[in-house]
Antibody
Framework: QVQLVESGGGVVQPGTSRRLSCEAS????????IHWVRQAPGKGLEWVAV????????YNVESVRGRFTISRDNSKNTLYLQMNSLRVDDTAVYYC??????????????????WGHGTLVTVSS | QSVLTQPPSVSAAPGQKVTISCSGS????????VSWYQQLPGTAPKLLIY???KRPSGIPDRFSASRSGTSATLGITGLQTGDEADYYC???????????FGGGTRLTVL
């Protein structure tokens, strides 16, 4: 079964750290860029970060730069998001999503064709 | 405040047609492909449209999309109650070297 399954969410205090995981199955994980997208309660989608298929480059949104690190272990078919210095406004459901590079051959043609079910991170004192 | 602007809500009767706009600029929609996502209540987003106007397999042809300049539009015909969901546009924002989503549009089928 082709799927992505996130884990690692929970309730954490501001200023602390948390690591999320996203395990892939049913497809060749090492062939795909993988993204993290989050959604605060009652709000819209916010792209967080991407790591390319072989881990040689990544991009992230400015609001998490210097605090969040995306990584992957292709031998374990697993994506990670290390979140440090967590803030209340990081509270969200975190989704991993498989990225496809379309006919443009670069980020301008990206789209997300497979999503996990999400894991909720609540940052609260 | 997203760099892509969508109307917060749209509504129409069953069987009718609705369009959802997504307005951007030359650094995003104007020079990059757009994709659209449907998020049914309580579920993860699902890809509806990629590369501006292409449908993945399994997406009915009631869903279509287009782009004109720096704006994109999603169209849904033959509305069904099961189409009630939040719809998001997204694209690469060259000035930020990052991906951006629109704020989302809630579709109500009256």
């Amino acid at each position: 079964q082709v799927q992505l399954v996130e884990s690692g969410g929970g309730v954490v205090q501001p200023g602390t750290s948390r690591r999320l995981s996203c395990e892939a199955s049913g497809f060749t994980f090492s062939n795909y860029d993988i993204h993290w997208v989050r959604q605060a309660p009652g709000k819209g989608l916010e792209w967080v970060a991407v790591i390319c298929y072989d881990g040689t480059y990544e991009y992230n949104v400015e609001s998490v730069r210097g605090r969040f690190t995306i990584s992957r272990d292709n031998s374990k078919n697993t994506l990670y998001l290390q979140m440090n210095s967590l803030r209340v406004d990081d509270t969200a459901v975190y989704y991993c999503a498989r990225g496809v590079t379309g006919s443009s051959g670069g980020p301008g043609g990206w789209y997300f064709d497979l999503w996990g079910h999400g894991t909720l991170v609540t940052v609260s004192s | 405040q997203s760099v892509l602007t969508q109307p917060p809500s749209v509504s129409a009767a069953p069987g009718q047609k609705v369009t959802i706009s997504c307005s951007g600029s030359s650094s995003n929609i104007g020079n990059n492909y757009v994709s659209w996502y449907q998020q049914l209540p309580g579920t993860a987003p699902k890809l509806l449209i990629y590369e501006t106007n292409k449908r993945p397999s399994g997406i009915p042809d009631r869903f279509s999309a287009s782009r004109s300049g720096t704006s994109a539009t999603l169209g849904i015909t033959g509305l069904q109650t099961g189409d009630e969901a939040d719809y998001y546009c997204g694209t690469w924002e060259s000035s930020l070297s990052g991906w951006v989503f629109g704020g989302g549009t809630r579709l109500t089928v009256l």
